[in-house]
């Protein structure tokens, strides 16, 4: 079985200061490890992945990602926020022998303040 | 550049009433994928499918039907539609499994209201 947490529903950070999206998980194997965001009325936007290699991962807007095995954490960073990147964000995870199942958290509301 | 198309993008329905959402993707994916989306409880996977002529349940297949006849389409049906299917649908595309280390792509939604 394999599922994701993401404890806070909601973030809120003033524009300028470092945003962190938290996210655990659970798999019975090596883990694939996503974030997507979600702006309003729209569908999911791919931000980053984690593979192998390197634990910490730059994606897409300046976001990056730090893998954390003891701890079976994803969390979601970035230096300074913008008033942009108030979205919905989304961690997912896959057990990299599954076909085709992924696990997606119940999302955290970002909301970057002026 | 269209990526995944849905259409509708809204419909309200009646208890009872029957519609399909229709799914396209232009990037020669294998795989689709059919979601729903509601507050709080992230993206359930309804049914999937691996290829041209092939569909499989997800998580919560029930008062669904899928049928994927071309590669490139997807569609999701719901022959008798219930109040509790009130959501936002999400259709998705990727490669194949043997592949999974690439993500899915989205496309933007159908708001569907049963009342």
């Known amino acids: 079985a394999q599922s994701v947490a993401q404890p806070e529903d909601q973030v809120n950070v003033a524009e300028g200061n470092p945003l962190t999206v938290k996210c655990t998980y659970s798999?019975?194997?090596?883990?694939?490890l996503f974030w997507y965001v979600q702006y309003p009325n729209r569908g999911l936007q791919f931000l980053l992945k984690?593979?192998?290699?390197?634990?910490l991962v730059k994606g897409s807007y300046g976001f990056e990602a730090e893998f954390n095995k003891s701890q079976t954490s994803f969390h979601l960073k970035k230096p300074s926020a913008l008033v942009s990147d108030s979205a919905l964000y989304f961690c997912?995870?896959?057990?990299?022998?599954?076909?085709?199942?992924?696990?997606f958290g119940a999302g955290t509301t970002v909301t970057v303040r002026a | 550049n269209a990526g995944v198309t849905q259409t509708p993008k809204f419909r309200v329905l009646k208890t009872g009433q029957s519609m399909t959402l229709l799914c396209a993707q232009d990037?020669?994916?294998?795989?689709m994928y059919w979601y729903r989306q509601d507050p709080g409880m992230g993206l359930r996977l309804i049914h999937y499918?691996?290829?041209?002529?092939?569909?499989a349940k997800g998580e919560v297949p029930d008062g669904y039907n899928v049928s994927r006849l071309k590669k490139q389409n997807f569609l999701l049906g719901l022959e008798s539609a219930a109040p509790s299917q009130t959501s936002v649908y999400f259709c998705?595309?990727?490669?194949?499994?043997?592949?999974?280390?690439?993500?899915?792509?989205f496309g933007d939604g159908t708001r569907l209201s049963i009342l």
């Open positions: 990037m020669n994916h294998e795989y």
């Open positions: 997912a995870v896959r057990d990299r022998w599954s076909d085709y199942k992924l696990s």
């Open positions: 998705a595309s990727s490669y194949p499994g043997w592949r999974s280390n690439q993500p899915q792509h």
């Open positions: 499918s691996v290829g041209e002529g092939t569909t």
């Open positions: 798999v019975s194997g090596n883990p694939y």
């Open positions: 984690y593979i192998t290699g390197d634990n």
